[in-house]
């Protein structure tokens, strides 16, 4: 492993603690953005598969 990578496994590791941290203190807020975050990506493939199933049928 050059040192690099150490660098980068050791930053990666202090980012998931601190969010972990950060997480555990605003877990409401956190829940509310996990769900707004699944409504997004519906909204999205929704819309994704509207527009394939309009491509098909015009076909």
Same mark, same amino acid.
């Given at each position: 492993?050059?040192?690099?990578? #150490?660098?980068?496994?050791?930053? /990666?590791?202090?980012?998931? #603690?601190?969010?972990?941290?950060?997480?555990?203190?605003?877990?409401?807020?956190?829940?509310?953005?996990?769900? !707004? /975050?699944?409504?997004?990506?519906?909204?999205?493939?929704?819309?994704?598969?509207?527009?394939? !199933?309009?491509?098909?049928?015009?076909?």
């Amino acid at each position: 492993m050059d040192k690099m990578g #150490i660098a980068m496994l050791i930053a /990666g590791i202090i980012l998931v #603690i601190a969010g972990a941290y950060e997480i555990s203190l605003f877990w409401n807020e956190f829940i509310v953005f996990i769900e !707004g /975050g699944i409504g997004l990506c519906a909204i999205i493939i929704g819309i994704m598969m509207a527009g394939i !199933g309009f491509i098909l049928v015009k076909d």
